[in-house]
């Protein structure tokens, strides 16, 4: 969302980032339209942790332009507001952003002590995997919700979505899983996308790309 990591080798769920030029700020200054959408949120605008909710689940909060602007804040929306918004183009922001809980995100652990037994254990096997199957499971549930819009089906329209990954299993915190932080990203076109000229169906690029080369995007 700024670029860059401002330094910071960790998440804020309140702001600190005091960044201006933001992707919102450019998406704003285009004349388009943009929103967060969060799981379990309780409400929009919500910037402190509540049940399974944390700030820290989407970007936007971290930076005091967006946090402390209530117009902007409150365009971070529960996730359930995103099957209303993407009905109609006129609802419909330009840029979403969505993202699971801290018990779906397929991160660990969630609680204490079996879930850390679970997540430990977890980082013995070859695939290292800990809660994957809850994010498989918000996944499902999720994207269809996209795939079933109105919005996406439009033949007018160009839409795309990207599932992707803050990091693989890298933990220098821990001291394990030196990986290279390789991550899976997946980007589907809407069919008015692939109308238009980008290329559909299954296949995979050899070509190095980065979060910053997503944001340039």
């Known amino acids: 969302v700024g670029g860059t990591d401002f330094g910071l080798t960790y998440n804020c769920g309140t702001p600190c980032i005091d960044a201006e030029t933001t992707l919102v700020s450019n998406i ?6 943009w929103s967060g959408y969060a799981q379990s949120m309780p409400a929009p605008g919500t910037l402190e942790p509540t049940g399974d909710y944390s700030p820290e ?16 804040a409150a365009l971070v929306k529960p996730l359930e507001q995103m099957a209303t918004d993407f ?11 969505f993202a699971a809980n801290e018990d779906f995100n397929g991160e660990g652990p969630i609680d204490f002590p079996i879930g850390m037994l679970n997540f430990l254990l977890g980082q013995l096997s070859p695939a290292h995997q800990y809660n994957v199957q809850a994010l498989d499971q918000f996944l499902s549930e999720t994207v269809p919700v996209i ?17 992707t990954f803050d990091e693989d299993n890298n933990n220098t915190y821990l001291g394990f899983s030196k990986e290279g932080n390789h991550i899976v990203t997946v980007v589907i076109a809407s069919p008015g996308a692939i109308a238009a000229g980008m290329k559909g169906g299954a296949f995979t690029s050899a070509q190095q790309y980065d979060h910053y080369g997503l944001l340039r995007t």
Request: charged share 20%.
């Open 57 to 72: 689940e989407l970007p936007f909060y971290a930076f005091s332009s967006i946090a402390n602007d209530p117009a902007r």
């Open 87 to 97: 009905a109609s183009p006129e609802t419909a922001p330009n840029f979403a952003w």
């Open 147 to 163: 795939m079933n819009s109105p919005v996406w089906n439009d033949p007018t329209l160009k839409t795309a979505v990207v599932v």
């Open 28 to 33: 704003e200054d285009a004349g388009k339209t």
